[in-house]
């Protein structure tokens, strides 16, 4: 039987263990509407014979993974007017440019239309307002040598470049950049490119950088998006949440050196197809800075949608373990997947919470500070129920914490994951690791080795598996915390 939970959902968002490795907690940034923070009733778990015709072996996530090669793109046809942007005309590179500023030829532009960006350093805040500019393309006319540069001052809505009610939009082959000046912790949220109540833009081949504060000592501040898919924060309204959705394909980019997340996607009704990015976040340049904010690769919650593919996805390291490289929480169920992506040296690397039905495969999950994917449906820790989650085929190897964890969650499927060397010295982190409070789990034909704890581990007592509550099925390992779980394991 699934316990009864008890306890203060502030009181305990930290799960204690000794050694070395990181102990999950839920970043409060990310944190759900409390009213979903309940425990629930046990659903069927999925179907148990999904991926038997995959022969793919675990963790392969393909050539094309967190795609770097930010020069090489096929500019766009244009079905109507090509207007030329040039900062410096008088140098004779772009002879035939008109306009000075990239928002004057947008101004100018209208639908299908192409604004095509000579190099040089633009020092504005792009707005692209308004279904008369459906379908515009904004390219630069060499790749990155065209920088659009945070201005100061600067002019709300705070982002670099704001997609606000138009359609089908292409941003490609441009240098995005920072810092901001913002002289304090803004209630607006600071974002490099904003997608509000506009949809099916294309974001691809540009480097998008130093989305952060000037000002070291502000970068606690919870803000700092590079890619934001939905607006999050809204001044135009009293409680300041943003509600207004978006949906982007954002593809083959770099995204570096942001404050708080690499691509976050938010609110009912937004899509994120994130693909074939570099999402990076170096700790060491930012190790002397006091409280700054702890930063994720990709968050997607508040009911948005994502598809998280081939991404390569590394650094999000906190002061203390907080930060994750994908974090997916209240999506629709059966609406995304976090699928062939390499995500390493993040704090943690793949967790999901107050969601059913996701999909998490042939990821490879490595060298990260505490677990590699987590499941939460522990009230206790903010979560609320994580049901009916597929876990399946991932290669994951060289995590601090446990390679797969699951606190307070029921009703998954963990399948023919390949886990190994996970977990440090001294602590109590296993291969698989389920807690007491996870129930109804089938967790199937895995394969796990020299994972420091146990390679099987079930704290859970019920009529199932080894007197658990879940069943474990031709799963292999050698060490395991009570008789039965594992094939091959000794006592």
């Not at 006319?141 to 065209?146: F, H, I, N, W, Y």
């Amino acid at each position: 039987m699934k316990k009864l939970l008890i306890g203060s959902l502030c009181a305990a968002t930290m799960l204690l263990l000794t050694g070395n490795a990181a102990a999950w907690q839920k970043d409060p940034d990310t944190k759900v509407d409390a009213a979903k923070v309940v425990t629930a009733a046990l659903l069927s778990s999925p179907d148990a014979t999904i991926g038997d015709a995959d022969t793919t072996a675990a963790g392969i996530a393909g050539v094309d993974v967190g795609r770097t090669d930010l020069t090489t793109y096929t500019s766009s046809s244009s079905s109507g007017t090509i207007f030329w942007v040039d900062n410096t005309p008088l140098s004779g590179d772009c002879p035939q440019a008109t306009y000075p500023t990239i928002q004057s030829a947008v101004d100018a532009s209208g639908p299908h239309d192409t604004v095509k960006v000579c190099p040089g350093t633009y020092p504005e805040q792009v707005r692209i307002v308004g279904h008369n500019h459906d379908d515009l393309k904004i390219e630069s006319l060499t790749p990155l040598a065209a920088t659009i540069q945070w201005p100061t001052p600067e002019t709300f809505p705070l982002a670099l470049v704001d997609f606000n009610n138009v359609d089908r939009v292409t941003l490609r082959g441009f240098t995005i950049t920072g810092p901001f000046t913002f002289p304090a912790c803004s209630p607006d949220r600071h974002e490099g490119l904003l997608i509000e109540n506009a949809f099916d833009e294309r974001i691809d081949h540009n480097h998008i950088t130093m989305i952060r504060n000037s000002v070291p000592v502000l970068r606690g501040c919870q803000e700092g998006d590079a890619i934001a898919i939905g607006r999050r924060t809204d001044p135009t309204k009293v409680d300041f949440v943003g509600t207004a959705p978006g949906s982007a394909k954002v593809w083959d980019n770099l995204i570096e050196r942001y404050q708080k997340n690499g691509v976050q996607d938010v609110n009912a009704g937004s899509f994120g197809d994130i693909q074939h990015n570099t999402i990076r976040y170096f700790p060491a340049e930012e190790a002397a800075v006091p409280f700054r904010a702890a930063p994720n690769g990709v968050v997607v919650f508040r009911q948005a949608a994502a598809s998280v593919e081939q991404n390569s996805i590394s650094g999000n390291q906190w002061t203390v373990p907080l930060s994750t490289g994908v974090i997916l929480d209240e999506a629709p169920p059966g609406s995304s997947e976090v699928d062939h992506n390499r995500i390493f040296d993040n704090d943690f690397g793949v967790e999901s919470d107050t969601q059913t039905g996701l999909d998490i495969s042939h990821n490879d999950i490595y060298d990260n500070l505490g677990d590699a994917i987590t499941l939460c449906g522990e009230v206790t820790f903010g979560c609320g129920p994580a049901m009916q989650i597929v876990v399946r085929a991932n290669h994951i190897s060289g995590n601090a914490g446990s390679g797969i964890a699951l606190f307070g969650a029921d009703s998954n499927l963990l399948k023919t994951n390949d886990v190994e060397n996970n977990g440090a010295a001294g602590d109590a982190t296993d291969g698989i690791r389920v807690d007491s409070a996870s129930a109804n789990n089938q967790i199937a034909e895995n394969h796990m080795s020299l994972n420091r704890t146990h390679d099987c581990h079930d704290d859970s007592a019920d009529v199932g598996t080894a007197g658990t509550a879940n069943s474990w099925i031709n799963d292999t390992g050698l060490t395991e915390n009570r008789p039965g779980l594992c094939k091959g394991a000794t006592p």
